[in-house]
């Protein structure tokens, strides 16, 4: 009915389901101890109660379709010959791009009962380390390295912390978000660091288009591609779910709930470095700046997309709605000539109005 | 008239090459640069003997986090021309953009009874009490480019032309298009943050200077001051505006997220006309790009604040003035650099 993390009953009823969900991976010693043999079944069940509770997760994503039909036509409207043309189309999706790599890792770890508040600091840290003199001088693979790298590492010291130092999320990344945007304005002497012209591989990412699309927007939707089978075809998904619905019982049930967790933080720090290579494409610069506020706007897309804050259930593909709507938002917005301040009303007015809808969707079916 | 104008025009080019050159000298390590230029600093004050020491002073500073070029420049100026004079001692407070912050770290230079105060407030507004406080307690403050509302909390202001400045972009815009024969123009405005009364000053002027020319603003929206979203505004807008005749973005810093937007969409038809006078803007302007022009906004003002509070502290007053002491109000001019006049505005250009 609800989540298994919320009576201890549940969790008991829980615990062998997850148990068997864990089995194919290699979980047996726990397996055994209950019922049929056959694993993936009941954890197939358990995906069928989650499609329950994920029925209206279905209806949610259609209400966010609708959205988005809805600002489409909205767009039509009042904008006919600019909104529909393939250029504002394109141009919405490589906007959504740097905003929508971070949501990708935001919704493992939110899925996985935890929060990461320095995504915003660690594309930042990320970019002004791969737009250093010294990794510049290496060219643009180096560059694009060091992102991916930083971003990694970065997420590593962050899960570490949380998995190991049994530090909670929220305190563990917030330090993590102030240290790193330090660490970002002391390495950048909080200048804007150009991406030099030998360099300009870097730039092409989002100047070079194929079939019309830039190449920013085939990244955003090869990360998108890959975390939704990661998370949704692969014991790695299945684990990231047993973990945040109920850590206690995906212990019993064999998983490492602490390396999980601390690969789930080490993810989203890679969603980081990635975003910090479309923000050196899109921008031609490393920044202590960049990402100002992207904690705030992922998680806000996260939870739009129907994923709950306490973990263990979720999905990608409502993250990635909820990010193209706020992107397709802006736009609307700018489109129009109005002005950004009453774009804040309209996302936070959205995102009222989308958990209002997500509690109707989950309590009519009980 | 015409003849007049030139050398004061020169003159004032002069002082501002030697503040630059103090700049540069900060940036460098040696000191190289600033003995080459003293000749041209004598040259600027014509006639006064203020160069030459006086009494020791001590000179407090606040600024805001300069995590922004313009606002980096700010401090590194300030610095430099403290390191000319052997008679200031400088005392910078640490940094910050927050107000509570901001108003501690001045308490902190009254009550280490500095001679005077240069202060550029994060928001002229709510530090206005504060700089009361240090001018009630007899430290004279010299207000930088955000003014504070109450003459009682300044001795002098000193600071860029923000009307100024949209009227000299604005009338490079219209000149230009008249020149090209446009009948009904789509100028497009990006503008900084739009909260603040700088930004609505450079709107204003720049939408006044347009209506001599009988044109207006067909589009502006509001960046904030950063690459990521200069960048982010500009994509959308031009897909908004599918022929631009000119675009007029607020500064130079969130100009380079324009410009890559403009290249990523790959925009010819428009020309484009910068703020503050960046070394980056002006390197663009001179490769001949989208990017024709930028107006200054230039951080030598902080150089020259610093010179001022001296001054004052001193209680001296300016050469090539009638007055014995240091006037109350100074506003820059905001000057067009193009294609043209590059060269000679370059060494003045601050990294972003």
Known sequence: MTEAGIGPGKGVDDGPSGTRADAPGGGTEAGNGSGPGRGRLPWGRRNGANGATGGPGEIRHLGLVAALVLLALVGVVTQPDNFATSGNLVGILALAATIGVITVGMTFVIIGGGIDLSVGALMALASVWATTLATQSYGPVVMVVCAILVGTGAGLVNGMLIAYGRLVPFIATLAMLVAARGLAQRMSDRKTQLVRPENDAIEALSTTKVLGVPLVVFIFAAVAAAGWVLLNRTTFGRRTFAVGGNPEAARLAGINVRRQTLALYALSGLCCGIAAIIIMARTTTGSSTHGDLYELDAIAAVIIGGTLLTGGRGTLVGSILGVLVFTLITNLFILNGLQTSDQLIAKGVIIVIAVLLQRRGLRSPT | ?352
């Open chain 2, 1 to 352: 008239m015409h003849e007049n104008s030139r050398p004061s025009r020169r003159n004032m080019l002069f002082g501002g090459a030697v503040v630059a050159a103090g700049g540069l000298a900060a940036a460098c390590t040696g000191n190289e640069p600033e003995e080459t230029a003293a000749p041209a600093a004598q040259a600027g004050n014509a006639g006064g003997d203020n160069d030459k020491p006086g009494q020791k002073v001590t000179i407090g500073f606040s600024a805001p986090a300069a995590d922004h070029g313009w606002i980096a420049a700010i401090t590194k100026n300030a610095e430099a021309q403290a390191k000319r004079y052997s008679d200031v001692t400088f005392k910078p407070v640490e940094p910050t953009n927050d107000i509570n912050q901001q108003i501690s770290a001045v308490e902190s230079l009254i009550s280490a009874k500095v001679n005077a105060l240069v202060l550029l407030p994060n928001d002229g507004e709510q530090l206005n009490q504060v700089a009361r406080k240090a001018m009630d307690a007899g430290i004279p403050v010299v207000n930088l480019d955000r003014v504070f509302p109450d003459k009682l909390s300044y001795r002098t202001w000193i600071g860029g032309d923000n009307y100024g400045m949209g009227v000299a972009a604005g009338h490079y815009v219209g000149k230009r298009l008249k020149e090209k024969g446009v009948a009904n123009p789509v100028i497009v405005e990006i503008q900084g943050i739009a909260t603040l009364p700088l930004t609505q000053e450079r709107s204003k002027g720049f939408a006044d200077a347009l209506k001599t020319f009988g044109f207006s603003v067909t589009a502006k929206q509001d960046a904030k001051f950063t690459v990521e979203t200069g960048n982010q505004v500009a994509s959308n807008l031009l897909q908004a505006h599918k022929k631009i005749d000119a675009l007029w973005n607020h500064d130079d810093d969130q100009g380079v997220g324009v410009l890559a937007a403009v290249k990523q969409a790959g925009r010819k038809e428009f020309f484009m006309v910068g703020g503050a006078g960046s070394a980056n803007a002006m390197r663009e302007i001179k490769s001949g790009g989208v990017l024709e022009a930028t107006v200054t906004y230039s951080p030598t003002m902080a150089g020259s604040a610093l010179r001022v509070a001296r001054l004052i502290a001193q209680g001296k007053g300016m050469g090539d003035l009638m007055e014995q002491q240091v006037p109350q109000s100074i506003t820059l001019a905001s000057e067009t650099i193009t294609r043209q006049n590059v060269d000679r505005y370059l060494p003045l250009g601050f990294e972003s």
